[in-house]
C-alpha cells in the first residue's frame, strides 16, 4: 500500500526509527465513522472539521485573512507542526480552529489562529469502518478504516485505505489513493505513545488555468462545468506525514509530551496554466509553466515539560518548550511557453510543445526556539499567563547552476505573549492577549515573473480582546476584536512578487454555537469582518490602494441541525453563508461582487443489525449562486454551483 516515494525528500535525514516520542494522547477510536457531525462536535463558529464534514469562518489555512501554518500554528494533538502537505482524513479524525480565548490554553502561540489536528487513535474494540461516497457532480469514493487490539490495554493499530476519483465544478478529473497506519502503545496508566505514517498518491491529474484580468472588470462568466485545461497537463504527486509524540506522567505533577514529525509534498510533475490579460469579450493571453519534479520536506517537534503547582484554588503551569524544524525546498528549473491569444470561453486544444527544463535550487531553512511561560488559573476568577520564547533562525538559498549563488539571511529575536480570562460572573468572561511572532514569508508564485523567489522572514504582532457568555450550559456567545500586523507581499505592476508594504488586518469575530430553544435543534452561527488595510511607501506613492486584495472582508454563516430524540435518529440541518465583496485589483477601483448561498441537508443515523450506520445527503448551492473568489495573487476563482453528495456510513 506504501510505495517510495520518488526524489529526495524522503531520504533527506529520515527512517521511520525516530518513533520513540512520548505524549499523552485523548480521542474517540481509529475507526467509528458513522457518527461523524461537524455540527454537533463545534463548540464555537471559528471553525471545526469532523471526518469529510467541516464549517466554520475560518478554515486551517485561513484564519483572520492570514495562513496558520505559514505562522507557525499548525499543531497536532496540541504539539509543534511544521506542515509541507495537509493530513488527509486517514490519519486525521478532524481539526479546529483556535482564535481568541479559545488559543489561551495553547503554550507559545504566534499572530493567527491555531490549527490543531486530533488523530484517529485506535481503541481497545476490534471496529473496521467504511464510508461510500456519491458526488458531488461525478465524484465517487471508498474509505475503511480498522483498528485492531493486539494487546488488550496496551497495544492497538489502525489501518486505512482510500481511494476518490474526483470530480470539481471545473469538470476536472483526478485519482487519488489514501492509506495509514497507526500505532498506540499505553504500558501504564502514566504512559501513552502512537506512531503514525500516512500517504496519498494522486493529486489532481489537470487543472483550471489560472485566470487574471487586466483591467477593473471580471472575467466573462463561463458556462457551468467548463474545463478548459489542457489534457496534457497533468499534475502528479506524492504527499506523506509521520511521526510520533506521547507524553509521560511522573510524580509531583511533572510531565513531559514530545513529538517528532516529516512532512512532506513531492510533486513530480508540475504544470502552471496561465490565462493573463483577461478582456471582457473573454481573450486572454495563454502561456504553460512546465517545472521540474520539485520537494518540500519538513522535519519538525517539540519537547515540553511542565510542572504544576497547587495552592489552595490557585494552580501554577511552568512550561518549557523546545521546538524546532529543519525544511528543505527545491525550486527553480522551470520553463515558460507562450501559447499565444486564446478565448477563455471556448476549450482550445493544443498540441503539448517540447519543454526544457533547467536544474533546481535549493532552499534550506532551520529554525530552533526555546520557550518558557507560566499561566496562573484561578478558580472562580479566571487566569493569566505569561511567555518568552528565544528563537533562531537561518536560511540558505542556493541559486542553480549555472549561478551557484548562495544567499544567506538570520534572525535570532525575543518573541513575547501575555494572555488573561476573567469571570465578572459566573456566566460572563472576558479576555485579551498579546502576541509577537516571527514567520518565513513563503516565496513567488509560479504565475509571477520571479516565481519561486524566497522573501525575507517577517516580524508579526497580533492584539486582541473580547467576551464569553454562556447563555446556558449548552450554548455559549463569543465576541472579540483583533489586530494582526506583517509585512505585506504582493505581486506590482511588473508582475514580480514582493514586499509592497505592510499590511493590518482589524477585525470583529462573533460567534454562538451549542443547542438552542428546544431538544435537538443546534446552532453553529458566526460573522468575521475584517479591514485589511496596507501601509508603506507603496500605497503613498498611489502605486498601490490601500485594502488589500484576496481577503474576504466579510464572512456571515448560519448553520442549523434538528435532530430530536423523537425522530429516532432522523435529523434535518441548513446553512446559509455570505461573502462580501472582495477588491480584485491593487488600485482598489474594483470590487468582485459577494454571494449568499444554501445548502440543505438530511442524515439518518440507524442499525442494520448490530451495526451502527448513517446516511447523509447534502444539497449545497441550491440556488446555483454565481460568484467569482478571488485569491491574494488575483487570481479568480469560480466557487462551485448546485451540487449534491451522498454519503454512507457503517461500523462493523
Request: charged share 20%; aromatic share 10%.
Amino acid at each position: 500500500m506504501f510505495i517510495r516515494v520518488p526524489g529526495r525528500a524522503l531520504s533527506r535525514g529520515w527512517s521511520l526509527g525516530v518513533f520513540v516520542a512520548l505524549s499523552c494522547l485523548g480521542g474517540e477510536a481509529f475507526a467509528q465513522r458513522a457518527g461523524e457531525n461537524a455540527v454537533a462536535a463545534a463548540d464555537d463558529a471559528f471553525g471545526t472539521s469532523v471526518g469529510n464534514e467541516s464549517l466554520g469562518l475560518y478554515e486551517t489555512n485561513n484564519a483572520r485573512g492570514f495562513r496558520p501554518n505559514e505562522a507557525g500554528n499548525i499543531r497536532i494533538e496540541g504539539l509543534y507542526f511544521d506542515q509541507q502537505t495537509g493530513l488527509n482524513s486517514r490519519i486525521a479524525r478532524g481539526s479546529t480552529v483556535r482564535v481568541g480565548i479559545s488559543a489561551q490554553s495553547y503554550a507559545f502561540p504566534a499572530p493567527t489562529g491555531i490549527a490543531d489536528f486530533r488523530l484517529r487513535l485506535p481503541g481497545d474494540e476490534q471496529v473496521v469502518s467504511a464510508v461510500a461516497t456519491l458526488g458531488p457532480y461525478y465524484t465517487y469514493g471508498l474509505e475503511v478504516d480498522g483498528q485492531f487490539p493486539i494487546v488488550t490495554d496496551t497495544l492497538s493499530i489502525g489501518l486505512g485505505i482510500g481511494r476518490v476519483r474526483s470530480d470539481n465544478e471545473y469538470n476536472v478529473q483526478g485519482t487519488d489513493w489514501s492509506g495509514a497506519f497507526v500505532a498506540r502503545f499505553r504500558p501504564g496508566d502514566n504512559v501513552d505513545a502512537s506512531a503514525f505514517y500516512s500517504r496519498l498518491e494522486g493529486c489532481h491529474e489537470y487543472q483550471q488555468p489560472q485566470a487574471f484580468t487586466s483591467g477593473a472588470w471580471e472575467p466573462p462568466h463561463q458556462p457551468r462545468r467548463t474545463a478548459l485545461g489542457q489534457k496534457w497537463a497533468r499534475n502528479d504527486c506524492t504527499e506523506v506525514n509521520a511521526g510520533a509524540l506521547g507524553r509521560i506522567a511522573l510524580p509531583d505533577d511533572w510531565s513531559v509530551r514530545a513529538g517528532l514529525f516529516r512532512s512532506v509534498r513531492a510533486q513530480h510533475r508540475i504544470f502552471n496554466d496561465t490565462f493573463r490579460n483577461i478582456q471582457p469579450d473573454g481573450t486572454a493571453q495563454h502561456s504553460m509553466v512546465r517545472q521540474p519534479l520539485l520537494d518540500a520536506a519538513s522535519t519538525s517537534g517539540e519537547v515540553r515539560t511542565s510542572k504544576v503547582f497547587r495552592e489552595g484554588q490557585r494552580r501554577h503551569t511552568v512550561d518549557l518548550a523546545l521546538r524546532g524544524r529543519d525544511v528543505k525546498r527545491d525550486f527553480g528549473g522551470s520553463h515558460v511557453i507562450d501559447l499565444g491569444l486564446t478565448s477563455i470561453l471556448v476549450y482550445q486544444p493544443i498540441p503539448e510543445p517540447t519543454f526544457n527544463l533547467g536544474p533546481t535550487g535549493d532552499d534550506h531553512s532551520r529554525q530552533g526556539t526555546v520557550g518558557l511561560s507560566y499561566d496562573l488559573l484561578w478558580a472562580g476568577l479566571g487566569s493569566i499567563g505569561f511567555g518568552v520564547q528565544k528563537t533562531f533562525y537561518g536560511r540558505t538559498i542556493t541559486q542553480p547552476p549555472p549561478a551557484l549563488t548562495v544567499t544567506k539571511s538570520s534572525a535570532d529575536p525575543i518573541l513575547y505573549n501575555a494572555m488573561g480570562n476573567f469571570f465578572l460572573s459566573r456566566s460572563l468572561a472576558v479576555y485579551a492577549s498579546y502576541t509577537r511572532g516571527l514567520e518565513e514569508s513563503g516565496s513567488a508564485p509560479p504565475s509571477t515573473a520571479n516565481r519561486g523567489e524566497a522573501m525575507p522572514v517577517s516580524r508579526t504582532k497580533q492584539v486582541d480582546a473580547g467576551v464569553r457568555y454562556a447563555i446556558t450550559r449548552q450554548l455559549t456567545f463569543v465576541a472579540g476584536v483583533f489586530e494582526v500586523e506583517k509585512p505585506y507581499f504582493n505581486v506590482n505592476a511588473a508582475n514580480v512578487f514582493g514586499p509592497l508594504g505592510a499590511v493590518s488586518h482589524r477585525g470583529v469575530e462573533v460567534s454562538l454555537a451549542g443547542q438552542a430553544f428546544t431538544e435537538g435543534l443546534r446552532v453553529v452561527s458566526g460573522m468575521v469582518l475584517i479591514q485589511p488595510r496596507i501601509s508603506g511607501d507603496a500605497v503613498e506613492r498611489g502605486i498601490i490602494g490601500r485594502t488589500a486584495t484576496g481577503v474576504r472582508p466579510r464572512t456571515m454563516l448560519l448553520s442549523m441541525q434538528y435532530q430530536p430524540k423523537a425522530w429516532r435518529g432522523f435529523g434535518i440541518d441548513s446553512r446559509i453563508t455570505h461573502y462580501g465583496p472582495q477588491h480584485a485589483h491593487q488600485d482598489n477601483l474594483f470590487k468582485v461582487q459577494g454571494s449568499t448561498t444554501l445548502d440543505l441537508g438530511a442524515r439518518y443515523n440507524f442499525k442494520a443489525g448490530d451495526v451502527p450506520a448513517s446516511v447523509r445527503l447534502q444539497a449545497q448551492n441550491i440556488t446555483d449562486t454565481f460568484q467569482f473568489i478571488l485569491t491574494p495573487t488575483g487570481n479568480f476563482v469560480v466557487r462551485p454551483g448546485r451540487r449534491f453528495t451522498l454519503t454512507l456510513a457503517a461500523d462493523f
